[in-house]
């Protein structure tokens, strides 16, 4: 069965600092890969997606990119955090882009100081 | 930007009663889902449905979609205290647009059951 690996699952980190977030999916191959960042409990932004190894799609402007070094890896990096970016950031798979169903990591509650 | 915009923000009722939570989007859809979320955790599918249907039923769960109102109905029946949780509707969209390949999800609804 598919799996989805998350973590850390809790991160602070001070202003400034670099940020690598990693997130892999096991009993799939070439799923589509997305991370998402959610504020204070609420809706989710989809920050980047991708379809395939080194095809990375972003969504919004941001101090954050996010890279696919292998078919069911999708890292999330920073070189430099923000105050802005702390939130829950969340890791999700989807077997095709027809988009029948998300399955998501258990998240990573980051918190820049 | 959010597509989906669910309300009421927040939702408050006793353990038996039904929960109704609404969803309201912008553009042509392809599919409808709705999505639970235990607090501090990742979302969970709970059910999907298709621009061409208009109910669909899971277990407790009625959904419905209208997409003339481009509106959708999450309808929780006989309401247990371990249903709470945030509700999350997400909207995916047709091959060949923009939306294409991507859920976009709204607000989300808040749904305490007391026992």
């Known amino acids: 069965s598919q799996t989805i690996h998350q973590w850390p699952a809790t991160l602070v980190q001070p202003v400034g600092s670099p940020l690598s977030l990693e997130c892999t999916v096991e009993g799939t191959s070439n799923p589509n890969l997305y991370w998402y960042r959610q504020a204070a409990g609420r809706g989710l932004q989809l920050l980047f997606y991708?379809?395939?190894?080194?095809?990375i799609s972003s969504e919004v402007p941001q101090n954050l990119s996010a890279s696919r070094p292998q078919d069911r890896q999708f890292i999330l990096s920073s070189k430099k955090l923000l105050l802005s970016d702390s939130g829950f950031y969340l890791c999700a798979w989807a077997d095709s882009p027809a988009m029948k169903k998300l399955f998501f990591g258990s998240g990573t509650q980051l918190s820049v100081l | 930007s959010q597509q989906g915009e669910e309300d009421p923000q927040a939702l408050s009722i006793q353990e038996g009663e039904n929960a109704t939570m609404n969803c309201s989007y912008k553009t042509s859809i392809n599919n409808l889902q709705w999505y639970r979320q235990n607090s501090g955790r990742g979302l969970v599918h709970l059910i999907l449905?298709?621009?061409?249907?208009r109910e669909k039923h899971s277990g407790r769960l009625r959904v419905t979609l209208d997409t003339s109102k481009k509106s959708s109905s999450l309808l929780i029946t006989a309401s247990r205290a371990a249903d709470t949780a945030s509700y999350f509707c997400?909207?995916?969209?047709?091959?060949?647009?923009?939306?294409?390949?991507?859920?976009?999800f709204g607000q989300g609804t808040i749904l305490t059951v007391h026992p």
């Open positions: 997400a909207t995916a969209g047709h091959a060949g647009g923009t939306s294409y390949g991507k859920l976009t």
């Open positions: 991708s379809v395939g190894i080194g095809q």
């Open positions: 449905i298709r621009s061409n249907e």
